[in-house]
T-cell receptor, first 111, second 111 residues
Framework: DQQVKQNSPSLSVQEGRISILNCDYTNSMFDYFLWYKKYPAEGPTFLISISSIKDKNEDGRFTVFLNKSAKHLSLHIVPSQPGDSAVYFC??????????FGTGTRLTIIP | NAGVTQTPKFQVLKTGQSMTLQCAQDMNHEYMSWYRQDPGMGLRLIHYSVGAGITDQGEVPNGYNVSRSTTEDFPLRLLSAAPSQTSVYFCASVGAGGGYTFGSGTRLTVV
């Protein structure tokens, strides 16, 4: 029973364009959402987060949108750069520090 | 400052062998956890600890033991390795505010 789902296993985007990564969740008790980025042979690193009391959080080229009614969040990267090529995981939290991760989306930025 | 250190980086075991995956953090974090990453499955929580002397099971605990005798160390033990335990293992520690720091991972193959 996957509570956090990333339905696109892979995504290719032209350099300079917008990358949009999507994530859906089923448990309405989640109150904090995070995105992690992972390069090969490295551990995931924190990218950006959003509390359930907000619908948008921005950090430079990265923006996360949360639609609570649809139980959906998305990560926008604009403009996309070659260094953004990685696997992106969304994760959700009840506030008890136990993260539930999605299955990941491999983003490839095409030069 | 090292953050979260995992050893070894790679390991090959025969079915039935035992081993311990080491994890150490130097950030004085109380909360530590172990995840495994498998293709198409994302990161799944194996065991976690909210402080020295306290451990609990995550989503996929079977076949693994943990202990937390100090704040710094959180080893993961495989008692009798099985091919189903072939995976990449990540240790994480969580700081104030819920920020996760992951180690660089241990790639385990059980033959």
């Amino acid at each position: 029973d996957q509570q956090v789902k990333q339905n696109s296993p892979s995504l290719s985007v032209q350099e300079g364009r917008i990358s949009i990564l999507n994530c859906d969740y089923t448990n309405s008790m989640f109150d904090y959402f995070l995105w992690y980025k992972k390069y090969p042979a490295e551990g995931p690193t924190f990218l950006i987060s959003i509390s359930s009391i907000k619908d948008k959080n921005e950090d430079g080229r990265f923006t996360v949108f949360l639609n609570k009614s649809a139980k959906h969040l998305s990560l926008h990267i604009v403009p996309s750069q070659p260094g953004d090529s990685a696997v992106y995981f969304c994760a959700a939290d009840f506030g008890n520090e136990k993260l539930t991760f999605g299955t990941g989306t491999r983003l490839t930025i095409i030069p | 400052n090292a953050g979260v250190t995992q050893t070894p980086k790679f390991q090959v075991l025969k079915t039935g062998q035992s081993m311990t995956l080491q994890c150490a953090q130097d950030m004085n974090h109380e909360y530590m956890s172990w995840y495994r990453q498998d293709p198409g499955m994302g990161l799944r929580l194996i065991h976690y600890s909210v402080g020295a002397g306290i451990t609990d099971q995550g989503e996929v605990p079977n076949g693994y033991n943990v202990s937390r005798s100090t704040t710094e160390d959180f080893p993961l033990r495989l008692l009798s390795a099985a091919p189903s335990q072939t995976s990449v293992y990540f240790c994480a520690s969580v700081g104030a505010g819920g920020g996760y720091t992951f180690g660089s991972g241990t790639r385990l193959t059980v033959v």
